[in-house]
């Protein structure tokens, strides 16, 4: 193997040391459109040569399907590796098409039994509140995750989109190892409370789609260029005039990328992972990719460092990006901050 692997951080205070870079798993089985499973499982194999060591999933990727995928992988590998799965949006019960969000104890002792038995391990990792049910205090849910801890079901605890007062409430209960929320050159509301607020409490951030959901990587320039069940289509970002107006604001990245005979989607992960020394806490984004050689592509940025200037030249961007990240944005922290 020629490729070094790449470096590690902590996950929270007391968490396992994980690759830098984690990968993330759900377009394999849900939400991007049609998949090759060898390729996918291929692309498992070689994140792990390459030293990436977390793999998240959750329940909700495709009913269940995507931590079933993944089972024989983490079981091959059991040792070596960080399972993250997550617990919380739950099927509308009067309209299967949507999801609804859930807290309440009884749901999450049978989300965390059914993790346990499709990915047929004998404890989860690092087991993460999905979503925000404003309407449970987070401290009785986190509460109830605790328990999970002292039962030898659960290692670690994350929080998935939440303020930072949210964050520092359940911290209260009991210790939270990461915090999952989107970050990336497009998406950067976090920057204001909930990354100063772990920085203090010496939580992990856990970036996900650290490319912008692959337009970062110019993929694809609108939602029309996606196949019908790609559910990008339905995010304002990526639709009608908005679409038009990110795509221009991507020159800088271009410009940086050349003067490092690097991809777009490297420096946009470049500038992911080196927020970790511009806000001092550990940070390990987890792109999301089905393909071995995108794979490698994404783990050589953890090698690129940017320099102020290329900084200060990709600083303006998120500022002027064009739509929500989600027609709906109750459900991320910046709705409720």
Same mark, same amino acid.
């Given at each position: 193997m ?13 968490g ?8 993330g ?8 459109g ?11 194999e070689?994140?792990?040569e ?11 990727y495709?009913?269940?399907?995507n ?8 079981k091959?590998?059991r ?10 949006l739950?099927i509308?019960?009067?309209?299967p ?14 989300c965390v039994e ?23 205090p ?17 290692k ?24 999952q929320? &989107?970050?990336? +050159?497009?998406?950067r509301?976090?920057? @204001?409370?909930? =990354?100063?607020?772990? $920085?203090?409490?010496?939580? !992990? ?5 650290p ?7 110019g ?18 970002r ?12 991507l ?8 003067s490092h ?40 940025a ?5 320099? &102020?200037?290329? +900084? ?5 961007? @998120?500022?002027? =990006?064009?739509?929500? $990240?989600?027609?709906?944005? !109750?459900f ?6």
């Amino acid at each position: 193997m020629t490729d070094s692997r790449i470096p590690t951080a902590r996950l929270g205070v007391n968490g396992p040391e994980v690759g830098v870079q984690g990968l993330g798993c759900m377009g394999m089985s849900f939400a991007y459109g049609p998949s090759d499973a060898g390729e996918s499982r291929a692309t498992l194999e070689r994140a792990l040569e390459l030293g990436i060591t977390l793999y998240d999933t959750a329940d909700a990727y495709g009913a269940g399907e995507n931590e079933k995928f993944l089972s024989p992988f983490f079981k091959a590998h059991r040792d070596e590796l960080v399972i993250a799965t997550k617990f919380a949006l739950a099927i509308h019960p009067d309209d299967p098409t949507k999801r609804i969000i859930r807290n309440d104890e009884p749901y999450l002792r049978q989300c965390v039994e059914a993790s346990l038995q499709r990915l047929d391990v004998d404890a989860i990792d690092l087991y993460y509140m999905h979503r925000r049910d404003v309407n449970i205090p987070i401290e009785e849910t986190v509460g109830v995750m605790a328990e999970l801890v002292r039962e030898g079901k659960v290692k670690q605890l994350g929080l998935s989109e939440v303020t930072g007062a949210e964050l520092r409430a359940a911290q209260g209960v009991h210790p939270i190892a990461a915090v999952q929320s &989107e970050w990336s +050159l497009f998406s950067r509301d976090i920057e @204001a409370n909930v =990354v100063p607020t772990a $920085r203090e409490l010496g939580v !992990t951030l856990v970036p996900y789609s650290p490319l912008g959901r692959g337009f970062l990587t110019g993929s694809f320039a609108k939602a029309e260029d996606l196949t019908a069940d790609d559910f990008r289509r339905q995010q304002p970002r990526f639709t009608g005039e908005n679409a038009t107006a990110n795509a221009a604001l991507l020159e800088p990245l271009h410009t940086v990328a050349e003067s490092h005979g690097a991809t777009p989607g490297q420096i946009a992960l470049a500038w992911v992972q080196q927020q970790a020394t511009v806000h001092n806490l550990p940070v390990i984004p987890i792109p999301g990719t089905r393909k071995p050689g995108r794979v490698q592509e994404n783990a050589a940025a953890t090698r690129i460092e940017l320099t &102020e200037d290329q +900084l200060s030249l990709l600083e303006p961007i @998120a500022a002027k =990006v064009a739509g929500d $990240r989600y027609a709906d944005m !109750t459900f991320t922290s910046a709705g409720r901050e």
